[in-house]
């Protein structure tokens, strides 16, 4: 190799601008073994390839390539993809997220117990793995195997779920630039323009459209049946919990706000969200890692309860409509790159008698570019709404509740104020709930 390489510190600026600088030199001087270095480098430094890109088009833009540089890239990138034994391949793979990771990141949280904090010490040693799928019961279960000398409080595991869960996603956020930077250098190797963009169809919304089953399977997946529920507030907490989504509150809620948390408990910067406009009841932002989609729920803090509540299983029909249908059709076409998030508010100031509506955005490059927002349609929202619903207000609990009334209340507004109450919905929910079930003359 006629270059030698830079003595500065990778990762820097100094760094990226020495190896600019001898790259340049090295397609002026036809030496592809430098070449070859450099976007090797690039593979794990997103900005570093950022730069390879506008050098790269500068000079097609100029003169092109030289001959040897050009041929020398494409037979690289053919003996790459047909002889890939041939080649040493980088290792990108983190080791597991272990108990004692997570236990050390809690220690950081000003709100834990001194209980939970002498639980958390004494697990910080612990190699055990995280179990990927963390629904509550994964918890229970990995608690009842671990047996730690300083046992944490059923609060202190479920705030260490809530941990392994931004971890997670923190650490599918970090692939997802690396595999962004990958993308960006096997399409330079081929001459392509770096498009950071999901196909129309993928980008696309895929749905059930069976709100009543999706709503019993996330009863059952919770280890309850909607079909026995009885009159009163449905375990939302319960349900949201068998899936991997983390659930929380935050003042003022807005896109910054949300991009804010996200920063924090990830440790990942979400540009994407940073300049979104409008004020915001509920979000979803989805990231995958390792074949799992982890979720955050936030919900406006400064909201009525039940408009939070609505909120929250609004943001919870989408994941299990829309996300993850989608994840399963385009798996293969996305690995491990893909992020959702979906924004959402109300048309009205009137503590929750209005729809919400929200919009939709989906990446597969775990970078700031997206393939844009997409309004959501009017498909993707009824049913949304319609899961909240189904949840909230199960079919048979309110006929139970409407069957028990009857002779007692006379008038459907009071009918409709007393089973809000009881079901903690907002009196427009609940009114247009009777609707549905055919139930509004009782």
């Given at each position: 190799m006629s270059e030698t390489h830079s003595e500065k510190r990778p990762g820097t600026a100094e760094y990226?601008?020495?190896?600019?600088?001898?790259?340049?030199?090295?397609?002026?001087?036809?030496?592809?073994?430098?070449?070859?270095?450099?976007?090797?480098?690039?593979?794990?430094?997103?900005?570093?390839?950022?730069?390879?890109?506008?050098?790269?088009?500068?000079?097609?833009?100029?003169?092109?390539?030289?001959?040897?540089?050009?041929?020398?890239?494409?037979?690289?990138?053919?003996?790459?993809?047909?002889?890939?034994?041939?080649?040493?391949?980088?290792?990108?793979?983190?080791?597991?997220?272990?108990?004692?990771?997570?236990?050390?990141?809690?220690?950081?949280?000003?709100?834990?117990?001194?209980?939970?904090?002498?639980?958390?010490?004494?697990?910080?040693?612990?190699?055990?793995?995280?179990?990927?799928?963390?629904?509550?019961?994964?918890?229970?279960?990995?608690?009842?195997?671990?047996?730690?000398?300083?046992?944490?409080?059923?609060?202190?595991?479920?705030?260490?779920?809530?941990?392994?869960?931004?971890?997670?996603?923190?650490?599918?956020?970090?692939?997802?630039?690396?595999?962004?930077?990958?993308?960006?250098?096997?399409?330079?190797?081929?001459?392509?323009?770096?498009?950071?963009?999901?196909?129309?169809?993928?980008?696309?919304?895929?749905?059930?459209?069976?709100?009543?089953?999706?709503?019993?399977?996330?009863?059952?997946?919770?280890?309850?049946?909607?079909?026995?529920?009885?009159?009163?507030?449905?375990?939302?907490?319960?349900?949201?919990?068998?899936?991997?989504?983390?659930?929380?509150?935050?003042?003022?809620?807005?896109?910054?706000?949300?991009?804010?948390?996200?920063?924090?408990?990830?440790?990942?910067?979400?540009?994407?969200?940073?300049?979104?406009p409008g004020d915001l009841a509920g979000f979803l932002y989805c990231q995958l890692h390792d074949g799992i989609l982890y979720g955050c729920i936030l919900t406006k803090r400064d909201d009525p309860i039940v408009r939070r509540r609505f909120s929250a299983a609004h943001e919870l029909g989408h994941y299990i409509l829309h996300f993850l249908p989608l994840l399963e059709r385009d798996r293969g076409d996305i690995g491990d790159r893909l992020v959702f998030w979906e924004g959402l508010t109300y048309a009205g100031d009137d503590g929750g008698t209005e729809l919400p509506s929200g919009r939709l955005a989906a990446a597969t490059d775990g970078t700031s570019q997206t393939s844009g927002a997409l309004p959501m349609g009017d498909p993707e929202e009824i049913e949304a709404n319609q899961f909240a619903a189904e949840v909230l207000i199960p079919a048979a609990a309110c006929r139970l509740a409407v069957e028990r009334e009857r002779g007692r209340i006379r008038d459907r507004s009071s009918l409709v104020r007393r089973l809000a109450s009881e079901f903690l919905v907002s009196q427009q929910a609940m009114r247009r709930r009777l609707d549905t079930l055919g139930l509004a003359n009782e």
């Open positions: 990226r601008e020495q190896l600019i600088y001898r790259y340049i030199r090295a397609l002026d001087s036809n030496d592809p073994d430098f070449v070859d270095f450099v976007l090797e480098a690039a593979e794990e430094d997103p900005e570093l390839d950022q730069l390879i890109s506008e050098v790269n088009q500068a000079l097609h833009d100029e003169m092109g390539l030289g001959p040897l540089a050009a041929e020398a890239s494409i037979v690289h990138d053919l003996l790459r993809r047909h002889l890939p034994s041939g080649f040493s391949q980088p290792q990108h793979e983190a080791p597991p997220l272990t108990v004692g990771e997570v236990a050390t990141r809690m220690l950081n949280d000003r709100r834990l117990t001194l209980i939970d904090r002498e639980g958390c010490r004494s697990l910080q040693g612990s190699q055990e793995p995280v179990p990927g799928q963390l629904s509550r019961q994964t918890v229970i279960d990995l608690a009842a195997r671990l047996e730690p000398a300083n046992p944490l409080t059923e609060r202190g595991w479920n705030a260490f779920r809530d941990a392994a869960i931004m971890a997670f996603m923190g650490r599918g956020r970090q692939q997802a630039h690396l595999a962004a930077a990958r993308q960006a250098r096997e399409r330079y190797a081929r001459n392509q323009p770096i498009v950071h963009a999901i196909s129309e169809t993928a980008g696309t919304p895929v749905s059930t459209r069976d709100t009543g089953e999706a709503a019993a399977r996330a009863y059952r997946d919770a280890g309850l049946a909607i079909q026995r529920a009885a009159p009163g507030i449905a375990p939302l907490n319960d349900i949201i919990g068998a899936h991997p989504i983390r659930l929380a509150e935050i003042p003022g809620l807005n896109y910054r706000r949300a991009a804010e948390y996200l920063a924090a408990e990830t440790g990942q910067t979400i540009d994407v969200l940073a300049d979104q």
